[in-house]
């Protein structure tokens, strides 16, 4: 089989014609490759003392309103930047705006807008939604600010005094929707909705051009073996390893020069390359940038970029996976700690989309889920290594079993006047729950005192790597322990004119409280707004809900447990109003109204 041709036209004027595999650009001695040694930055290199940490979202694209994919990467990003907070680091979190390009500047045009209006229109309602979600950004960034564009047009002077950046001309596919070049072998056939037969991108099934222009070209040919030793380096640097392996494999193949500009006359909305008023500096380079204009590129970016960690939907991988770090590299810089990469949510087993008519509005099912709501069912169903399928009926579902029933019940028993009619977190009694057998607790609730007290381990892994949904299994795996402990001693059934009984009752409760307060400082990363009404409700103060505040059943160990005695905060009414599957869109939560699950 023959391969593939590029064609690259000197500035001068001579054409080389490549066969892609031959394809190996000159590299100036201008630039020296990086020793593998610099290429690896694990985590436990860094010292135990440097607490600060750096989580960015995707920047979204603004030429469509946001959905629900787009909430999902921001609330995986929220999760874990919340989480180390908990811990005691110093985290920064960016989001933001991606705002230059031919699909923003196509997308004004049809709106008939002029283009910093409309982005700034859209922007807003990014920020609206990510308000209303309790996405808790440090910085929102626009590729349209000047402190960006600073940041873009340093980068690129670097490169282009380094010796990779030159000018020289593509030709080749173009897809305009993903902003991205494409290889023959990435084009297919198809045909439009007017049956007019079109090319497309194999893998997003977008409408791909035939683009022939004048452009400067980046030297991404010339790093593929420091591409491959950062990956063999740090086999943590893309999560989950499905993805590590995708990018090890298009390593494999052919990595041709990379065009970073566009002809100004064709792409006007965008930053100018410096020095060269003819052309416009390619999207992706720019909003790749923004990472780095958040950290405070040029002059005060080191705190924050040697602790780098972003997570992008599978779409954009290539760009993250190999441009970015091909680019940081060329200029010199860390690259990124970890790049978590998730899959996608489909609705009825299709990508969502405005043609198809099937964009889940995120803002729309935050107010009928409650954003807690939402955020829980995303988290709690979202699986990195593979796509999701969402369904109004699903959510319902989970978060009827899993807040209302499942938390929410067991917050009700403990705290209801009618088991706990003093309103206190009560005493531990250590002969009903001795260490050595003998007590009132039986094998059942040894084991379910071991599978609570092991539970923030579990989480902090299953956080790290963020599959979160796996932490949120065992959280729910260990409420249900409770409940059942509850259940299996029927405490309302205890007579309380019998101290004995009356010691042990408070036991019982004791030992529920005090797994309820793991799962509310467990579940602050995830579910904010909850948490806080539940470790207020135990009477949980701000500075008792850290990471290292969590020290479970101390009494039980022998120790103090400062809860003990203590007054419960007020009730502000159930955790989670129950949800109605009802027709039309009327999922709203039900007026609160306790359940009757004393028993
Ligand atoms: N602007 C680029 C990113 C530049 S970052 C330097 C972009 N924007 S986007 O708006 O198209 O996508 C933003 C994020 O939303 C990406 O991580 C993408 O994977 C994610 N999602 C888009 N559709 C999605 C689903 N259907 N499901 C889950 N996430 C999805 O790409």
């Known amino acids: 089989m023959r391969l593939p041709f590029l064609f690259v036209t000197r500035a001068r004027g001579s054409v080389l014609r490549l066969q892609l595999r031959q394809f190996l650009s000159p590299v100036p001695a201008l630039w020296k490759p ?25 920047i979204f694209y603004v030429n469509a309103s946001p959905h629900l994919g787009h909430l999902y990467s921001a609330v995986i990003a929220d999760c874990l930047h919340r989480y180390k907070v908990l811990q005691g680091f110093n985290s920064k979190f960016a ?9 923003i500047q196509q997308a004004a045009e049809a709106a008939g807008k002029d ?3 409309f982005c700034t229109d859209v922007s807003e309602r990014f920020k609206h939604l990510f308000s209303s979600c309790s996405i808790s950004y440090s910085d929102y960034i626009r590729t349209t600010q000047q402190r960006h564009r600073q940041a873009v047009e340093h980068f690129w002077s670097v490169l282009q005094n380094k010796g990779l950046i030159y000018k020289g001309s593509y030709e080749g596919w173009y897809s305009t929707q993903d902003e991205s070049f494409l290889m023959p072998s990435q084009v297919g056939d198809a045909l439009d909705s007017s049956g007019k037969e079109i090319k497309v991108s194999l893998e997003s099934g977008h409408k791909v051009e035939w683009m022939k222009e004048e452009n400067y070209m980046f030297r991404l040919s010339a790093f593929r073996t420091q591409l491959l030793d950062w990956l063999t380096g740090n086999p943590q640097a893309v999560q989950p390893e499905r993805f590590h392996q995708a990018v090890l494999q298009w390593l494999q193949e052919d990595l041709p020069d990379l065009s970073v500009s566009r002809q100004r006359s ?8 410096p020095g060269d008023a003819e052309q416009t500096i390619y999207v992706w380079l720019d909003a790749l940038v923004n990472y780095l204009t958040v950290a405070g590129y040029p002059d005060k970016h080191d705190q924050w970029w040697h602790v780098a960690h972003h997570v992008i939907g599978k779409d954009i991988l290539k760009f993250h996976a190999i441009y970015w770090p091909a680019f940081l590299l060329g200029a010199g810089l860390p690259l990124p700690q970890v790049i978590h990469v998730h899959s996608h949510w489909t609705v009825e087993g299709r990508k969502m989309s405005k043609s198809l008519g099937n964009v889940v509005d995120p803002l ?5 889920f409650t954003t807690d709501g939402m955020r829980y069912f995303l988290l709690r169903q979202g699986v990195p290594d593979s796509d999701c399928d969402y369904t109004d009926d699903k959510v319902i579902k989970v978060l009827n079993a899993e807040l209302t029933d499942s938390l929410g019940g067991l917050l009700n028993r403990c705290t209801a006047p009618a088991l706990n009619p003093a309103q206190i977190y009560p005493s531990f009694c250590p002969q009903s729950f001795p260490k050595e057998r003998g007590g009132r607790a039986v094998v059942e609730d040894y084991h379910m005192l071991d599978a609570v007290k092991g539970l923030p381990a579990v989480v902090e892994m299953h956080y790290e790597s963020l599959n979160v949904y796996k932490a949120l299994e065992a959280i729910s795996a260990c409420v249900r322990q409770t409940n059942g402990f509850v259940q299996r001693h029927t405490p309302w059934k205890l007579d309380t004119r019998d101290s004995k009984d009356q010691r042990w009752l408070d036991t019982i409760v004791h030992v529920s409280l005090e797994c309820l307060r793991i799962y509310g400082t467990l579940l602050q990363p995830i579910v904010p707004e909850i948490s806080d009404r539940l470790l207020s409700r135990l009477g949980v103060q701000p500075n008792e809900r850290s990471w290292a505040a969590l020290n479970f059943l101390p009494r039980y160990g022998g120790t ?14 159930v ?7 009802q027709k039309g869109d009327k999922h709203k939560p039900k007026k609160a109204k306790k359940s009757a699950n004393l028993k």
């Not at 990086?34 to 989580?55: H, V």
């Not at 006007?268 to 390359?273: A, E, H, R, S, Y």
């Not at 955790?575 to 599957?581: K, Q, T």
């Open 34 to 58: 990086q020793s593998s040694a610099a290429l690896r930055f694990t985590s436990t290199q860094l010292s135990k003392e440097d607490r600060s940490f750096y989580i960015t979202t995707p």
């Open 95 to 103: 989001t933001g705006t991606d705002e230059h390009g031919l699909k």
């Open 115 to 117: 283009p910093l209006t």
């Open 266 to 273: 064709r792409l006007q909305w965008g930053i100018p390359v």
């Open 364 to 368: 729309e099912r935050s107010q009928m």
């Open 560 to 573: 103090d447990c400062p809860f003990e005695g203590r007054a419960l905060g007020s009730d502000s009414g």
């Open 575 to 581: 955790l989670f109003s129950r949800l109605e599957s």
